[in-house]
């Protein structure tokens, strides 16, 4: 079957590879959507290390195409959403509220990182009962392939700001995972969003998204304060994973206050924190972090917010390709080129 691997870091290219085989508790889904992550390209730049003919992508939805013997809830045939993370259940780390560390840090990011990934005609799903959810025959491929990561990822960013019913969040970036903080921000009840980023089609869906400002992230601690009449907000998140961002995250956001860090923080060996506006470490800000949550239940849960029409994230598919325009698609979201945000890959 072909597949679009990291041949190693800097290189990638299609490659032909056997079909995977399903081991009792899995399953092989023929994929039929799938979306490309900035994380891709971090991968690919050498983040978590040296990779070798791995194939990438962890973004993807597609048809049952063989179930191993102990799979009880799926069939060949259904349509059906995976998690990008897969974790395990059954370690300590899942039965301690953790399933996206599952048996080591990052360990539920299996796809791409810990075996093949998504951008292949099919893919090996793990514990497939635990880790797919069947999609709902109103909501159609293009639409919850967003689940896999990017609702997952960005709501997360907004449960894990504790943000109170009427209060302020500042969401820096809005890309892909924020512009679903910023969604997720509203949702959850916030009564002031300002999202921080500096291109116009960007900021024109955050607001499309629920931001009720978006300032520009050269004044952005400035402008923040200013609209917070001096208090800085209750909740800042970080959607960039740029050591900026966290700072700024950081110095908007009020005594007692939290932020969430959704960023992947792919270069450099530090993260540092503004001391001075970090209370010089008393001031009750709590920093919290967060890997997509995966699993059957939080997939689908997503989907209904999709079936419900709480949300449409579609706006973000930027660009359409075949699966054998990989190669240019990969390198448009790489280089960020023409104005992309999400593109879309069918199979
Ligand atoms: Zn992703």
Known sequence: ????????????????????????????VRTTAAL???????TVKGAIGERKDLTLGHEAVGVVDRVGAEV???????????????????????????????????????????????????????EADANMALIPASVPD?????????????????ENAAIPIGGTVAVFAEGPVGLMATAGARLLGAGLVIGVDAVPARKELARFYGA???????????????????RGVDSAIEALGAEITLANSVRVTKAGGTISNIGYHGHGEYVSIPRVEWGVGMAEKTIRTGLCPGGRLRMERLLVMLERKRIDP????????????????????????????????AF
């Not at 079957?1 to 092989?28: L, S, Y």
């Not at 293009?142 to 907004?158: I, K, P, R, W």
């Not at 054998?324 to 280089?335: N, R, V």
């Open 36 to 42: 490309i992550c900035t994380s891709d390209s971090h």
């Open 212 to 230: 009720d400002e978006v300032v520009d992230p050269d004044d952005a601690v400035a402008r923040i304060m200013a609209l917070t009449g001096g």
């Open 1 to 28: 079957m072909k597949t679009f691997v990291m041949k190693q870091i800097g290189q990638v290219g299609f490659m032909d590879k056997p079909k995977p085989e399903p081991g009792p508790n899995d399953a092989i």
């Open 142 to 158: 293009e639409s919850a392939v967003y689940c896999a990561d990017m609702l997952s990822t960005g709501f997360m960013g907004a």
């Open 314 to 345: 579609t706006r973000m598919t930027t660009h359409r390709f075949a699966f054998a325009e990989m190669d240019k698609a990969f390198e448009i979201m790489d280089k960020k080129l023409d104005g992309v945000i999400k593109p879309l890959i």
């Open 72 to 126: 009880k809830l799926f069939k060949p045939g259904d349509r059906v959403l995976v998690g990008a993370i897969t974790p395990v259940w059954g370690d300590l780390a899942s039965q301690a509220g953790h399933p996206s560390q599952s048996e080591q840090p990052l360990g539920g990011w299996r796809f791409a990182n810990l075996k093949d990934g998504v951008f292949a005609e099919y893919f090996h799903v793990n």
